[in-house]
């Protein structure tokens, strides 16, 4: 698989800059892609993104995918004008430093580096800390203070400038594979069943939400309003395929043994069991993991939305979640969308998963 083909709408939501609360580049890769398939397409103060396709159908099936990623905002430019930020979403202070980045601002994208005391010039105490993040800063290479205005504004916000590589075959690293692959997934499941409408009894709502990395925010006024039976959260979970991660802690899914079913206090009993009959019917691997508690996806607003929500979760296996290099195999991703299409031709008339 050398010659692996990236999926034109994948590729371009991993290119797309959205942190938390500037959504916009990934919203308009995924109007672009998924509005043309659905049968009503709609837009919320939150900024997700709502696509509907058998509006008439039975139950009310809602898959949900988080936009949105990490970023950097500038909150202060010093008098040399060098910009310093703080964290959207939940960042590795160890990697932060050392990196290209571009800043979306009123003019257009700004690279910059991120710097702070070499090395060098650290006490040996100082090399054992891990630097807070105002001890970091952007480099902009501008004169001083008055320059820097000209060109960023307080507020901007930066991603790190780590895009789309195939390592081997269908593996990849990208800055957000969390959560553009679960976005993708939601999408590009409506689009593939929009050419088979006549298999599928639900009302299948696929929204591409805001905010997830700062609170589950978008998914809590999504699901208010979409008002599901059914739900099902696509995010990445953790492959514990690697050097230093004990499999007694943290279980044992790895990178291309296909998508994870989570079973536990997040997940409707009969919604999980239907997930996993769907994932032996489209065949390939899959995994499963066990959570006790709400998990930290969307998952956990959706399940308590309005009356309550028979929820269920995927996630896509990614190793090094939340640095500049998160690694996905693709085909995981793929073999989740076809789990997710079998799923939803599953769902029968009035049945809501109550138990």
């Known amino acids: 698989m050398q010659n692996y083909q990236v999926p034109t709408f994948l590729n371009e939501l991993l290119q797309a800059k959205s942190p ?19 049968d009503a397409y709609t837009n919320d103060p939150m900024g997700n993104r709502i696509a509907t396709l058998n509006p008439e159908g039975d139950p009310v099936l809602m898959l949900a995918g ?40 009123a003019n257009g994208p700004v690279v ?10 650290m006490t040996p105490e100082d090399r054992k800390k891990v630097p807070e993040k105002h001890e970091m800063w952007i480099d902009i290479a501008v004169a001083d203070k008055a320059e820097a205005h000209e060109r960023v504004a307080l507020g ?30 939601v999408g590009e499941t409506l689009i593939r069943l929009s050419k ?16 997830e990395e700062i609170g589950v925010r978008g998914a809590t006024t999504a699901a208010h309003a979409v008002n ?9 979970g953790h492959a514990t395929d690697h050097p230093d991660c004990d499999n007694r802690k943290y279980g044992e899914t790895k990178l291309g043994g296909g998508p994870i079913i989570c079973r536990g206090a997040n997940i409707n009993p009969k919604i999980y069991q239907r997930l996993l009959d769907a994932a032996k019917k489209a065949g390939g691997p899959y ?38 290099s998160e690694m996905v195999d693709l085909e995981d991703i793929e073999r989740t969308i076809l789990l997710l299409v079998e799923f939803a031709k599953s769902l029968e008339k009035g049945d809501y998963a109550h138990w």
């Open 66 to 105: 988080h936009l949105d990623e990490l970023g950097l905002i500038i909150t202060y430019i010093n008098e040399q004008g060098f910009l310093y930020f703080d964290t959207i979403g939940g960042h590795d202070l160890t990697v932060v430093s050392g990196r290209r980045v571009i800043i979306q601002t």
């Open 287 to 324: 995994q499963l993991e066990a959570d006790p508690r709400p998990t930290g996806t969307d998952a956990r607003a959706i399940q308590t939305a309005r009356g309550g929500v028979a929820t269920g979760l995927i996630s896509v296996p990614l190793r090094y979640m939340h640095t500049p």
């Open 156 to 185: 901007d916000v930066a991603t790190y400038d780590h895009e789309l590589q195939l390592i081997n075959g269908s593996v990849g690293a990208a800055r957000a594979f969390d959560n553009k692959a679960g976005a993708y997934i």
């Open 228 to 236: 599901p039976h059914i739900a099902v959260a696509i995010d990445v």
């Open 196 to 211: 088979e409408k006549a298999n599928l009894a639900a009302k299948l709502v696929c929204a591409g939400t805001s905010q």
């Open 20 to 38: 938390s609360g500037y959504e916009s580049e990934a919203q308009t890769v995924f109007d672009r892609h998924v509005k043309p398939a659905t």
């Open 112 to 121: 910059g580096v991120t710097g702070k005391r070499a090395i060098h010039l």
